[in-house]
Every structure is written in structure tokens, then in C-alpha cells.
């Protein structure tokens, strides 16, 4: 709403009012009805609203009523005289089932903020009790609380009306398995009705790995002495951490979200309000009309309302069932996913370009009909997406295995999934899934986190960045800057922003944690920006890498099965584009020129120079005749020089491995770069970045990206590009091979894990003014397939 969102809401507001006012005056007409669903989507953005939102949800149910009642007389007066009243006005019909589907989600929304307000009520409406001034009366309070009897209530609850509203929009659908969005709305509204009867914790904190057997012996008696001090220790500091986090405000411990509960050391309460009303009947309907919305949602590509289902699926779940709830968590991270690529796609792409014109055709189509699985339209342009798009055929999700509880995963690998979940107002959760081909290992776990505390996070982590670039560029430094104590900052920043999922993580790694194993980490676009790879508990790693869901890591797995290794003689290059290294001493040439001249004169590409530099259809060219590899060596960002729109159209599925040593910059880069950017659009400039890069090269056909997130050096870059170019030329007889991720992960150390026999050279180092080993952190980043091996 911009920057005065109470005047343009006060606008709106008169502008829809005084339109209904105007068609109330007409009679009965569907433009009437989409007025008031208007106005009553508009409600749900009033920025007066109060912290109790059940008023306003009431006004806002006042409106979907009256609109159901107009869709119902538009209904009835179509239906007159007609033998199948659903297939001659299925206009009015989907008219009605979207003013349903809207009243179903109003009394959802209603009745999830009755029950998060439930112990703030019972508070606030609790008699006055005599007590002695001065004495802790809170015993007493919590007594009287607990013994007053549960009532019926003879009327419908909030979610029960949700669930009577849901069912009629599903019927009201001409197909027999309905509208994707009234089957969520459903399954939801069946969970709140469940979880009214049922009064339990959705999600409980998985319990610390088992610690291994101790041996026999007198040394066995001094480790068992050790473990029981070291976890006596450990259940004081959780003891002293719950006191001090304890909030005095009673509205600060509910939760906007019922399904989502702060875990207990209680005994789980299993006691029933009415058993007459079967809740495992409750619960199992509720979830096969999840799994009817996400099937009929994946058929038609409405990934959007997908993830809410599946995310509603994983509350069903909950700790009861962690493979479940782990793959239906990893199924709401793909389908956000699958809808955010397609729009950085759309986004970099030209006006004209075809296959986003599909792409934006059906979101069109979307919104325009309610149920698109019974259009003739929608079909016939989903089976031209399926056939002319590129970026489309990339990001589908089978149905048949996005539930699978045991992927098809390598059992070399741990997946880790980590997502921001938006919940009901204001509040935020993080979520962690564990993803194995043993279903007994798979795991997940959502707890409350917060938005302020992510957004700073965020803030130091940029600021750190620019820091570091003005170093590396040569700039004068802030006085008292420090890399040691900014980078240490940084990582107490990101470990206090994940803490409440850290402890689960620990758990799903096992009690030798990360020590040889190689992790995936399907990191969401908001958390990206973090250095996970700093996490402490993740230093003893094989490799750690990145992908951005599961099913995308699944596919690139099933086709790598079929595809050998790439050879760095091979390889094709984009160097210098500008011409911006120029000179006997720059940097970038006589680099690319050792590296060349060491592992292939065979290299073919394009490279900027005195004489001239590559054009955009030049550089299109060497992209796209990528067989192998494909390394972009120069200053600044990759799309800044070869333009997003460029890319776009390009099929890449021949080019398996994208190394983008960039990111350093020079005089002559910072000044075209300046006066490049101030002609850009915030839209552009976000292309740039490290994540939408790789999910723009991710979805025009590139494996593996290993791109950097931190401001870098041309000397910096030549060596590690070197190291994994050159990681497999001496290899005994009998090694096994190092894959693309291992060799970054091992290049690319920070000084904290350099072995101490290395001292002396970083002393010499930091004297010379070489600024490679003073750096404490990682620079770069895998994005993709891990397993990618380079050798000839």
C-alpha cells in the first residue's frame, strides 16, 4: 500500500462501498457479488486492525454472507426450469462456490483466532478471587481455570460452519473431486474441528541423539561420569532458558497458529471433549481431502494453492509422523518453489518471449476461472506448456512421487530442507525437514521464530558484505572495523535467528553429527542471504551444498545417472567482457591465460580485449555451445554484463557445470557498474543476485552453479577455480574421484580450519598484505547437483 497505507485504504474502502451502493440499486447481478468479495478482501488488509482480529473477521463474514445470498437468488433464477442446473449455469455456479470457498476461509481464519485468544479470554473473563495481598495467588488462578467443565454449544462453531461452507463449494464444482481451493479450505476447516476435540501439541522437539555405548572397564565408569555431568549440565541451562524466556504479557503465549504449539515436558493431553463425534474420523477426512486438493492441484499446476495444502497436511502429521510430515513439508517448499522460479522467468525474459506468454496465460486463466481442472482451455494450454515450454517441463512435480516418505535418494547424501513459514498476522515459523531413503531416519520439526530478529539478521549480513567489498576493492575501512569480529557477528546472528530449529537439526544429524557426510541444504529464497555453511556443527563436513527443493534435486538426480563427467578440456568461457582488467599486470587475463594454457588449448569462448568486446548475440553464442562446462571469469555480477533477457532464451541443457568466478571489482567496473545500475529497476538489479542467478541458469537447463556470495579477489577466484579444475589430475589408482561439491568445500576454507602447520604462512601472509588467508569465512557457494566430477 505504499507509504501511506491508511489513506489509500480509506480510498479503497469509499471506491468499493459507493460501487455497491451502486449496483445494490441494479438488483441482484454477479457484478454486485465480486464487489462485495472485494470488499471483504480489502477488510483483510485494514492496517488499523486491532491485535485481536475477531472483530473484524465478524464484519468481514457479515459481507460474505450478504454476497452468498445475492449468488444464491443468481443462482436460483438461472437454474429455473432447468433438468441439470450445475452444467446450464456454470457461470452462477462458480460463482457461488467462490463466494463459499470465501466464507469457508473467513470462518477458518475466525476460528483459528478463538482458539489462539482461548487462554487470554478465559483470563480476562475469570471471576475476582479474594486472595492476601502480596501472596503468589498463580496456583490458585491455574486451579480454577482447570476445573471449570467444558460446555456445548448448541449452534455451530466457527469451524464447523467452515466445514458446512467448504463442502457446499466442493459440490458445487461440476467434476466430482472439486476445486483445489475448496478442498484445502475443507481439509483445514476438518483439522480445526479436529483439533477443538483433541486438545494436543501438533509438533514436539525430537529428543538429542543416543549417545553411543560406553565401554567396559574403569574407563568406562569415568565417560559414564562425564555424560551424566555433561547432561545434568545441559538440562540446567534448558531449565534456566525457559525462565528467562517466560513473557509477562498472557497474550505473548498464544500462538496465532493452533497448529502450531510451543513444546512441553507435560504428559500429552488425549482427552476427548465429545467422543460421539469420532475425531479419528474428523482427522482422516480432513486429510484425504488435503491429498484430494494437492492431486487435483498438481494435475492442473495451481502450485500456489498446493503448498498451503501440503503445509495443512504436514500440521496433520505433526511429530506423530515425521517421514510424512517431513515429505509434505519438502512437497510445500518444491511448489513454492515451482511458482518463484517461473516468475524470476518471467521476469528476465523479453515482452515477446513465448514461453512466458504461456506462463502468464495460465495465471490468467487461473484467475479468471475458479475450477480450471473443467476447462477445455486450461487443458489444451497446460499440453502446450508441457510441449513448447522448457522453464515448465523443468518444475513440474510428479504426482506420483512428491509424498514419497522414502526419496530416491543417494545414501551418501543428507538433505536438510530449511523454510520460513508466514502463518496467520504477523507470525513466522521455521521449519526443518530431514529428507532420507531410510524412512526411519526421515524427520521434521516447526517451531515459532521471528520476523524482526530474521530482518536484522538479514541487515548485518548485507552490511558485513559491502564492508568486505570496500575492503577488497581498497578502500578506507570504518574506523574499528574488524573482518574477525564482524564475521563473528554474523555468525551469532544467524545461529540465534535458527535456534529454535538448531536443536532439531543436531538430532536429525545423530550423535557424529556432520562429521563425513556430505549435506544438501534446500534453502528458502529469504534465508539464503545467511551463511549456513558457518554453522558450527556443519565444520566436520564432507561437503555442504545447496538446492532449492527436493523434487528439483530428485530430478537432477535421476538424470545424472545417464550422463558421464566433464572434462575440463572442454570447457568454454566468457572472460573479461569489458575489457575492464586491461594492462601487462591485470589480474583476470594473465590468470585465464595460466589456467588455460595448464588444462586445455582446446577452450573455446569469447573474451573482451584492446581490439574489441563480445556482443550480447556473441556471448548468446558461446552460451549456448556450452558441452561441458561453462566459466564466467571477470569483475561484478554475471547479469549485469550478459543481460537476464539474454539468458532467458537459452537452452542449456547441455551445460552441466557454471563456474562464475566474479564478484571483485576494479575503478573501471565500479564506474560502469555504477551508471548501469542507476538505469535499472529494483526488479532488474534483484536478477543479479546470487540466488535468482542460479534459479534463472537452474531453469534454462544448468545442473550446478558454483557461484560467490561474498566479495571476492581475482587471485582469490583463480585459485579456487584452479583447485577444482585440477582436483582429480592426480588421483591414485584406487581413489575414488572428489565431485564438484567436495572440492569447493575443501578450496574454499576459512582460516579458522586451516591445520596449525599452516601458522607460519599466514603470518607471512598477513605481512605481505595478501588478503587470502585472513579471510574467516566461505566465499562460495554450490548450488545444484553435488555429485558433478571434472576429469578428463
Same mark, same amino acid.
Given at each position: 500500500?505504499?507509504?501511506?497505507?491508511?489513506?489509500?485504504?480509506?480510498?479503497?474502502?469509499?471506491?468499493?462501498?459507493?460501487?455497491?451502493?451502486?449496483?445494490?440499486?441494479?438488483?441482484?447481478?454477479?457484478?454486485?457479488? @465480486?464487489?462485495?468479495?472485494?470488499?471483504?478482501?480489502?477488510?483483510?488488509?485494514?492496517?488499523?486492525?486491532?491485535?485481536?482480529?475477531?472483530?473484524?473477521?465478524?464484519?468481514?463474514?457479515?459481507?460474505?454472507?450478504?454476497?452468498?445470498?445475492? +449468488?444464491?437468488?443468481?443462482?436460483?433464477?438461472?437454474?429455473?426450469?432447468?433438468?441439470?442446473?450445475?452444467?446450464?449455469?456454470?457461470?452462477?455456479?462458480?460463482?457461488?462456490?467462490?463466494?463459499?470457498?470465501?466464507?469457508?476461509?473467513?470462518?477458518?481464519?475466525?476460528?483459528?483466532?478463538?482458539?489462539?485468544?482461548?487462554?487470554?479470554?478465559?483470563?480476562?473473563?475469570?471471576?475476582?478471587?479474594?486472595?492476601?495481598?502480596?501472596?503468589?495467588?498463580?496456583?490458585?488462578?491455574?486451579?480454577?481455570?482447570?476445573?471449570?467443565?467444558?460446555?456445548?454449544?448448541?449452534?455451530?462453531?466457527?469451524?464447523?460452519?467452515?466445514?458446512?461452507?467448504?463442502?457446499?463449494?466442493?459440490?458445487?464444482?461440476?467434476?466430482?473431486?472439486?476445486?483445489?481451493?475448496?478442498?484445502?479450505?475443507?481439509?483445514?476447516?476438518?483439522?480445526?474441528?479436529?483439533?477443538?476435540?483433541? @486438545?494436543?501439541?501438533?509438533?514436539?522437539?525430537?529428543?538429542?541423539?543416543?549417545?553411543?555405548?560406553?565401554?567396559?572397564?574403569?574407563?568406562?565408569?569415568?565417560?559414564?561420569?562425564?555424560?551424566?555431568?555433561?547432561?545434568?549440565?545441559?538440562?540446567?541451562?534448558?531449565?534456566?532458558?525457559?525462565?528467562?524466556?517466560?513473557?509477562?504479557?498472557?497474550?505473548?503465549?498464544?500462538? &496465532?497458529?493452533?497448529?502450531?504449539?510451543?513444546?512441553?515436558?507435560?504428559?500429552?493431553?488425549?482427552?476427548?471433549?465429545?467422543?460421539?463425534?469420532?475425531?479419528?474420523?474428523?482427522?482422516?477426512?480432513?486429510?484425504?481431502?488435503?491429498?484430494?486438493?494437492?492431486?487435483?492441484?498438481?494435475?492442473?499446476?495451481?502450485? *500456489?494453492?498446493?503448498?498451503?495444502?501440503?503445509?495443512?497436511?504436514?500440521?496433520?502429521?505433526?511429530?506423530?509422523?515425521?517421514?510424512?510430515?517431513?515429505?509434505?513439508?519438502?512437497?510445500?517448499?518444491?511448489?513454492?518453489?515451482?511458482?518463484?522460479?517461473?516468475?524470476?522467468?518471467?521476469?528476465?525474459?523479453? *515482452?515477446?518471449?513465448?514461453?512466458?506468454?504461456?506462463?502468464?496465460?495460465?495465471?490468467?486463466?487461473?484467475?479468471?476461472?475458479?475450477?480450471?481442472?473443467?476447462?477445455?482451455?486450461?487443458?489444451?494450454?497446460?499440453?502446450?506448456?508441457?510441449?513448447?515450454?522448457?522453464?515448465?517441463?523443468?518444475?513440474?512435480?510428479?504426482?506420483?512421487?512428491?509424498?514419497?516418505?522414502?526419496?530416491?535418494?543417494?545414501?551418501?547424501?543428507?538433505?536438510?530442507?530449511?523454510?520460513?513459514?508466514?502463518?496467520?498476522?504477523?507470525?513466522?515459523?521455521?521449519?526443518?525437514?530431514?529428507?532420507?531413503?531410510?524412512?526411519?531416519?526421515?524427520?521434521?520439526?516447526?517451531?515459532?521464530?521471528?520476523?524482526?530478529?530474521?530482518?536484522?539478521?538479514?541487515?548485518?549480513?548485507?552490511?558485513?558484505?559491502?564492508?568486505?567489498?570496500?575492503?577488497?576493492?581498497?578502500?578506507?575501512?570504518?574506523?574499528?572495523?574488524?573482518?574477525?569480529?564482524?564475521?563473528?557477528?554474523?555468525?551469532?546472528?544467524?545461529?540465534?535467528?535458527?535456534?529454535?530449529?538448531?536443536?532439531?537439526?543436531?538430532?536429525?544429524?545423530?550423535?557424529?553429527?556432520?562429521?563425513? @557426510?556430505?549435506?544438501?541444504?534446500?534453502?528458502?529464497?529469504?534465508?539464503?542471504?545467511?551463511?549456513?555453511?558457518?554453522?558450527?556443527?556443519?565444520?566436520?563436513?564432507?561437503?555442504?551444498?545447496?538446492?532449492?527443493?527436493?523434487?528439483?534435486?530428485?530430478?537432477?538426480?535421476?538424470?545424472?545417472?545417464? !550422463?558421464?563427467?566433464?572434462?575440463?578440456?572442454?570447457?568454454?568461457?566468457?572472460?573479461?567482457?569489458?575489457?575492464?582488467?586491461?594492462?601487462? *599486470?591485470?589480474?583476470?587475463?594473465?590468470?585465464?591465460?595460466?589456467?588455460?594454457?595448464?588444462?586445455?588449448?582446446?577452450?573455446?569462448?569469447?573474451?573482451?580485449?584492446?581490439?574489441?568486446?563480445?556482443?550480447?548475440?556473441?556471448?548468446?553464442?558461446?552460451?549456448?555451445?556450452?558441452?561441458?562446462?561453462?566459466?564466467?571469469?571477470?569483475?561484478?555480477?554475471?547479469?549485469?554484463?550478459?543481460?537476464?533477457? +539474454?539468458?532467458?532464451?537459452?537452452?542449456?541443457?547441455?551445460?552441466?557445470?557454471?563456474?562464475?568466478?566474479?564478484?571483485?571489482?576494479?575503478?573501471?567496473?565500479?564506474?560502469?557498474?555504477?551508471?548501469?545500475?542507476?538505469?535499472?529497476?529494483? !526488479?532488474?538489479?534483484?536478477?543479479?543476485?546470487?540466488?535468482?542467478?542460479?534459479?534463472?541458469?537452474?531453469?534454462?537447463?544448468? &545442473?550446478?552453479?558454483?557461484?560467490?556470495?561474498?566479495?571476492?579477489?581475482?587471485?582469490?577466484?583463480?585459485?579456487?577455480?584452479?583447485?577444482?579444475?585440477?582436483?582429480?589430475?592426480?588421483?591414485?589408482?584406487?581413489?575414488?574421484?572428489?565431485?564438484?561439491?567436495?572440492?569447493?568445500?575443501?578450496?574454499?576454507?576459512?582460516?579458522?580450519?586451516?591445520?596449525?602447520?599452516?601458522?607460519?604462512?599466514?603470518?607471512?601472509?598477513?605481512?605481505?598484505?595478501?588478503?587470502?588467508?585472513?579471510?574467516?569465512?566461505?566465499?562460495?557457494?554450490?548450488?545444484?547437483?553435488?555429485?558433478?566430477?571434472?576429469?578428463?
Amino acid at each position: 500500500l505504499g507509504g501511506r497505507p491508511d489513506a489509500l485504504y480509506d480510498g479503497a474502502m469509499r471506491a468499493v462501498s459507493e460501487a455497491i451502493t451502486i449496483l445494490r440499486t441494479c438488483g441482484s447481478s454477479m457484478n454486485l457479488v @465480486k464487489s462485495l468479495i472485494c470488499l471483504a478482501e480489502l477488510m483483510y488488509k485494514d492496517p488499523s486492525m486491532a491485535d485481536d482480529p475477531r472483530p473484524t473477521l465478524k464484519t468481514i463474514t457479515n459481507v460474505v454472507s450478504e454476497a452468498e445470498v445475492q +449468488a444464491e437468488k443468481i443462482l436460483a433464477i438461472a437454474c429455473e426450469g432447468s433438468v441439470n442446473p450445475l452444467r446450464s449455469s456454470l457461470p452462477a455456479a462458480r460463482l457461488l462456490a467462490a463466494v463459499k470457498s470465501a466464507k469457508a476461509r473467513c470462518l477458518l481464519e475466525l476460528a483459528k483466532a478463538e482458539r489462539a485468544f482461548e487462554n487470554f479470554d478465559k483470563q480476562q473473563n475469570r471471576p475476582d478471587f479474594p486472595t492476601m495481598q502480596g501472596a503468589d495467588a498463580s496456583a490458585i488462578l491455574a486451579f480454577l481455570d482447570d476445573s471449570v467443565p467444558e460446555t456445548f454449544d448448541v449452534a455451530l462453531g466457527s469451524a464447523e460452519q467452515a466445514v458446512v461452507a467448504a463442502s457446499e463449494a466442493v459440490n458445487l464444482h461440476k467434476k466430482s473431486d472439486g476445486s483445489v481451493d475448496s478442498l484445502y479450505l475443507l481439509g483445514d476447516a476438518l483439522l480445526a474441528v479436529y483439533n477443538t476435540q483433541i @486438545k494436543t501439541e501438533a509438533w514436539k522437539e525430537p529428543p538429542p541423539p543416543t549417545m553411543p555405548p560406553v565401554p567396559s572397564g574403569d574407563d568406562a565408569e569415568g565417560e559414564a561420569v562425564e555424560l551424566d555431568e555433561k547432561a545434568d549440565a545441559e538440562v540446567d541451562a534448558a531449565e534456566g532458558e525457559d525462565k528467562e524466556e517466560q513473557p509477562d504479557d498472557p497474550a505473548e503465549t498464544t500462538s &496465532e497458529d493452533s497448529r502450531v504449539e510451543e513444546s512441553s515436558d507435560t504428559e500429552e493431553v488425549t482427552s476427548v471433549a465429545h467422543p460421539e463425534f469420532a475425531p479419528d474420523l474428523t482427522k482422516t477426512r480432513a486429510i484425504r481431502a488435503l491429498e484430494q486438493s494437492i492431486d487435483v492441484g498438481l494435475k492442473t499446476g495451481k502450485y *500456489d494453492s498446493v503448498s498451503k495444502a501440503a503445509l495443512c497436511l504436514a500440521h496433520a502429521y505433526g511429530s506423530a509422523e515425521p517421514g510424512n510430515a517431513a515429505a509434505a513439508l519438502a512437497l510445500s517448499q518444491s511448489c513454492k518453489v515451482a511458482e518463484l522460479q517461473l516468475s524470476i522467468f518471467t521476469s528476465a525474459t523479453d *515482452d515477446q518471449d513465448i514461453e512466458a506468454l504461456l506462463i502468464r496465460n495460465k495465471r490468467l486463466l487461473e484467475a479468471t476461472l475458479g475450477d480450471p481442472a473443467a476447462s477445455k482451455h486450461s487443458a489444451s494450454l497446460l499440453d502446450r506448456l508441457d510441449s513448447s515450454s522448457q522453464a515448465w517441463r523443468s518444475l513440474q512435480i510428479d504426482p506420483g512421487q512428491c509424498m514419497a516418505s522414502s526419496p530416491s535418494l543417494p545414501e551418501d547424501l543428507s538433505v536438510f530442507s530449511l523454510q520460513l513459514i508466514h502463518g496467520q498476522g504477523d507470525e513466522t515459523f521455521l521449519a526443518i525437514g530431514c529428507h532420507n531413503a531410510d524412512a526411519g531416519r526421515a524427520g521434521a520439526h516447526v517451531a515459532r521464530a521471528d520476523a524482526t530478529q530474521l530482518s536484522a539478521a538479514l541487515s548485518l549480513v548485507n552490511n558485513f558484505k559491502l564492508s568486505e567489498e570496500k575492503r577488497a576493492s581498497g578502500a578506507a575501512a570504518a574506523e574499528g572495523y574488524s573482518v574477525t569480529s564482524g564475521w563473528g557477528e554474523v555468525c551469532d546472528a544467524v545461529k540465534f535467528v535458527l535456534s529454535p530449529v538448531l536443536s532439531a537439526w543436531k538430532s536429525f544429524l545423530g550423535v557424529e553429527g556432520a562429521k563425513g @557426510k556430505k549435506v544438501v541444504l534446500l534453502v528458502d529464497e529469504i534465508l539464503s542471504p545467511l551463511p549456513l555453511e558457518a554453522l558450527d556443527f556443519l565444520a566436520d563436513a564432507a561437503a555442504v551444498s545447496r538446492d532449492f527443493s527436493l523434487h528439483i534435486l530428485l530430478k537432477r538426480l535421476a538424470n545424472a545417472s545417464s !550422463r558421464g563427467d566433464v572434462s575440463p578440456s572442454g570447457l568454454t568461457y566468457l572472460v573479461d567482457l569489458r575489457n575492464e582488467d586491461e594492462g601487462e *599486470d591485470g589480474a583476470i587475463p594473465s590468470a585465464f591465460a595460466a589456467m588455460k594454457e595448464r588444462f586445455g588449448a582446446d577452450w573455446h569462448g569469447a573474451q573482451g580485449s584492446s581490439d574489441g568486446i563480445p556482443g550480447e548475440g556473441e556471448c548468446q553464442r558461446v552460451m549456448s555451445s556450452a558441452r561441458g562446462a561453462l566459466m564466467y571469469f571477470g569483475h561484478g555480477r554475471l547479469m549485469s554484463y550478459v543481460l537476464p533477457p +539474454a539468458i532467458a532464451c537459452l537452452d542449456l541443457t547441455q551445460c552441466r557445470l557454471a563456474l562464475l568466478a566474479c564478484n571483485t571489482t576494479n575503478e573501471a567496473a565500479r564506474a560502469a557498474q555504477t551508471r548501469l545500475d542507476n538505469r535499472k529497476s529494483e !526488479r532488474e538489479k534483484r536478477l543479479e543476485d546470487p540466488f535468482r542467478t542460479a534459479a534463472l541458469l537452474s531453469t534454462r537447463g544448468v &545442473e550446478t552453479i558454483v557461484l560467490p556470495v561474498m566479495p571476492c579477489t581475482p587471485a582469490g577466484n583463480r585459485e579456487t577455480i584452479t583447485a577444482l579444475l585440477g582436483v582429480n589430475e592426480a588421483l591414485e589408482a584406487d581413489a575414488p574421484p572428489v565431485d564438484v561439491a567436495s572440492a569447493v568445500w575443501n578450496a574454499d576454507k576459512p582460516k579458522a580450519t586451516a591445520p596449525p602447520e599452516d601458522a607460519g604462512e599466514v603470518e607471512a601472509a598477513d605481512e605481505s598484505g595478501d588478503a587470502k588467508e585472513e579471510l574467516p569465512y566461505r566465499r562460495y557457494v554450490v548450488w545444484g547437483l553435488p555429485s558433478i566430477k571434472i576429469r578428463a
